[in-house]
């Protein structure tokens, strides 16, 4: 803890205090006394301390550092923060655990959050990420049963396999996640030693209105290291804290992490004739298919202060575009759009944005919007706050309008066209990517969560891991000790005749 040099203790608005071990009593022995102001103040603002904790994403740790411009990439984007090789722009990280409460263990098998945060000079842009290229689903209305499912049961608060095994069985498209998921990327070694995805697609367009379809990786410079399952559960209980503490150690040491930032960029013609749906967040873009090109770096290089101040109040949001990139018409993308602003509202409040993590500190805020709680700025001081007004009031720009985009078709509630291409992907990173190594630490660490769950979800899910290679299904098959014909009859089947044929008494 950072020693301060000697002050006079106050309360909350600046009154000395002389005393703040002994309450106000009526005698030595006598009741507290309600004069006591202090006391009462003391234990009021104690009594609020909490705030709601992210509904996901709870446990975290958080950075700041910068992001460097290595590749001239204005003819992709007129990104101003991507305007010139050099270039420099302050960032904030924050790396999370997707499925723990606050107090969860960083070991834990989940996804991790990889969110940055970009103060530019046209206003702050969030790339709010994970560490793995793809999602276990791919339509927004999915998302909140999906999460109930990685969080505690109702009835025990116990976190359930079944619920989450039954979930993924009846989804079948989260079969690529869920096979990096319980391979031993599900648990990284440290924040360090990850890489950090868009997954999504985006958009960036450049100064002449030309846009292309882009997905970012940052590429890890410390190199991939992931614990293997047992070495997870040793640390859950070792260290609950340890990437939170090896973040900190780390950059207090001077020994800054980076990232690499690669992209994968398609012309709207290369992205008609691409074999996979672009919109669709189960599925990558082979790289043999689209080569990433390398655009920058990211450093982090200083450690918060205060955490509360600084991580816990931290707020990214999807739809933090800056001029030069917008947003894909992903259906799950356009969830978040609406999802985060919602959440922020609810766990930090309607003036988030004045919390100086969040502040767009090198584009201030220049708006018509006005007071709510917490308006701890000069709240537009005495000049206009409506617009078209004569007073010369900050006006819009039209040169920061997007360029559209086509779009067609019946409104309604459709499917991806391409579910049956499902099983292809994760078949090839089992088959072609992972080593025999890997391959024999996802069976092992399936089995340990799988093998809690009822036999007919056990059954089902065996199918899709055959659907997706016949080697993988086998294996997990096998270690549960399940019929293998009768697995193999039920990757014959369609979806809908395999969950008919797996009730769950
Ligand atoms: P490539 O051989 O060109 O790339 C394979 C990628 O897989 C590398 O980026 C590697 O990341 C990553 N990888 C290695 N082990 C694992 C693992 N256990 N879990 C997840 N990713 C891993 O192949 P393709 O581009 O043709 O993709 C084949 C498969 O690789 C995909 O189906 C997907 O599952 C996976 N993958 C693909 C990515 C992409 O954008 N194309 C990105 C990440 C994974 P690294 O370089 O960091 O070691
Ligand atoms: C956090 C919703 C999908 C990455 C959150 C939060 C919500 C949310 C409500 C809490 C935010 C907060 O309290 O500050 C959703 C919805 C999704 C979705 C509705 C799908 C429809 C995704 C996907 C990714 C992702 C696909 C990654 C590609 C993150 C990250 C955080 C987060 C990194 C933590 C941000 C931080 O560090 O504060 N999400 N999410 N989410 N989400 Fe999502």
């Known amino acids: ?65 910068y992001f460097e411009v290595t590749a001239d990439v204005t003819k992709y984007t007129r990104a101003a923060f991507l305007s010139k090789v050099g270039k420099k722009t302050d960032v904030f990280a924050r790396f999370s655990t997707v499925g723990g409460e606050k107090g969860s263990a960083d070991a834990e098998r989940d996804p991790r959050g990889f969110a940055l945060k970009f103060y530019t000079e046209e206003g702050n842009y969030d790339m709010t990420g994970n560490n793995t ?40 498209e989260s079969i690529h996640q869920v096979t990096i998921l319980f391979s031993d990327r599900g648990t990284p070694a440290t924040f360090r030693n990850m890489n950090g995805y868009s997954s999504h697609t985006y958009k960036w367009y450049n100064a002449k209105g030309d846009y292309f379809w882009v997905q970012y990786h940052f590429k890890t410079d410390q190199g991939i290291r992931n614990l293997t399952g047992p070495e997870a559960a040793a640390m859950c209980g070792k260290d609950p804290d340890h990437a939170t503490r ?67 109040q931290a707020a990214f949001n999807p739809s933090n575009l800056v001029p030069g ?56 001081g005495g000049g206009p706050n409506y617009w078209p007004n004569s007073f010369g009031g900050p006006a ?54 799988l093998g809690q769950t009822p036999k007919p979800i056990q059954l089902r899910q065996c199918a899709l891991f055959y659907k997706a290679d016949a080697d993988y299904g086998t294996r997990v098959a096998k270690g549960l000790g399940l019929d293998l014909t009768k697995v193999k009859t039920l990757a014959s089947m369609t979806q809908e005749e395999r969950v008919a044929a797996t009730p769950v008494k």
């Open 1 to 65: 803890m950072a020693k301060k040099k000697k002050e006079t203790l106050t309360g909350a608005f600046g009154h000395p205090i002389g005393n703040d071990l002994n309450s106000v009593t009526a005698g030595p022995r006598g009741p507290v006394l309600m004069q006591d102001v202090h006391l009462l103040e003391k234990l009021s603002h104690f009594d609020r301390e909490r705030i709601p904790e992210r509904v996901v994403h709870a446990k975290g740790a958080g950075a700041y550092g």
């Open 133 to 172: 290229p793809v999602f276990f689903i791919r339509d927004p209305l999915k998302f909140p049963d999906f999460i109930h499912t990685q969080k505690r049961d109702p009835a025990t608060n116990l976190k359930s396999p079944t619920m989450a095994w039954d979930f993924w069985s009846l989804t079948p």
């Open 246 to 312: 090896d973040l900190h150690d780390a950059i207090a040491r001077g020994e800054y992490p980076s990232w690499t930032l690669e992209m994968q960029i398609l012309t709207p013609k290369q992205a008609e004739k691409f074999g996979w749906d672009i919109f669709d967040i189960t599925k990558v873009w082979p790289h043999k298919e689209v080569p990433p090109i390398t655009v920058g770096k990211l450093v982090l290089n200083r450690n918060p202060e205060n955490y509360f101040a600084e991580v816990e």
């Open 325 to 380: 990139i917008g947003v894909s018409p992903d259906k799950m993308l356009q969830g978040r759009l609406f999802s985060y602003h919602d959440t922020h509202l609810h766990r930090l409040g309607p003036n988030y944005h004045l919390i100086p993590v969040n502040q767009p500190k090198n584009a201030p805020e220049k708006s018509y919007q006005r007071d709510g709680a917490m308006r701890t700025d000069h709240n537009g």
């Open 396 to 449: 819009p720009d039209n040169t920061s309008i997007e360029p559209p985009i086509p779009l067609d078709g019946q409104g309604g509630r459709h499917e991806f066209a391409h579910k049956n291409d499902d099983f292809v992907q994760p078949g090839n990173l089992y088959r072609h990517v992972m080593t025999e190594q890997d391959r024999a630490n996802l069976v092992s660490n399936i089995l340990g969560s």
